[in-house]
């Protein structure tokens, strides 16, 4: 999911002076998305922040 | 004839190119660690906050990354369409709304690195960002990120266009 065009595997992130994440995949599942797990929680309110 | 057929079935099984781009819809599970940039941080459970496993959902016009936070599971719904994005805490009775086309702060580098990184046996190109963030809620001023792909799990250029957070457009 980034500028490159294809989905980010591994990824080294610093929010400078903070922390630093590094995350990678361990699983790789290729299927159809059902719409439904989309779906947000119809009871709760939405705040919008913008 | 059958052997014809076989023969057609097989090139576009192994060339989906030639019948156009076949882009990645599925689900993928993600390890994080975190490391505390600076001494007063370290008492910080950053994995309770950020979450130590996630999951993402992706689809063509949308993708979801699901966490689980101090032992609570928080959704994060990127809505490529409409722009949007919807954060829903697991013990909250709302979920909060932002935009997806707003920038977080201004580009100052991007980079096409040569390394090549394996990641679950297979070859990733990379690319470096940095951005100056001006997200006056966040402790953090800059974000230095290096990202690996595979062009296996190709997405559609075209769908993240306005995707301004972290610079993804």
């Known amino acids: 999911m980034d500028q490159a065009g294809a989905v980010s595997l591994y990824n080294e992130v610093e929010y400078d002076p903070v922390v630093k994440s590094i995350t990678k995949a361990t699983k790789i599942i290729k299927r159809k998305i059902d719409p439904k797990e989309f779906e947000i929680d119809k009871s709760k309110r939405l705040v919008y922040r913008f | 004839m059958k052997r014809f057929l076989f023969s057609i079935f097989t090139l576009f099984l192994c060339f989906p190119s030639l019948i156009g781009q076949e882009y990645f819809e599925g689900e993928i ?3 994080s660690t975190f490391q505390p940039m600076a001494a007063k941080y370290k008492s910080i459970n950053f994995a309770n906050i950020f979450g130590e496993k996630s999951i993402a959902l992706i689809s063509a016009d949308k993708y979801l990354i699901k966490a689980k936070t101090a032992g609570a599971w928080q959704v994060r719904i990127f809505d490529l369409k409409d722009t949007l994005i919807y954060t829903d805490y697991e013990r909250s009775d709302s979920i909060v709304v932002e935009r997806l086309d707003k920038e977080p702060g201004k580009l100052l580098e991007f980079e096409v690195l040569s ?20 997200q006056l809620d966040m402790p953090f001023n800059k974000v230095n990120a290096y990202y690996f792909y595979s062009d296996i799990y190709a997405l559609n250029k075209e769908a993240y266009i306005n995707h301004k957070a972290a610079h993804w457009n």
């Open chain 2, 115 to 134: 390394e090549i990184k394996n990641v679950m046996d297979k070859p990733c190109k990379g690319i470096y960002m940095s951005y100056a963030s001006d």
């Open chain 2, 29 to 31: 599970h993600f390890v």
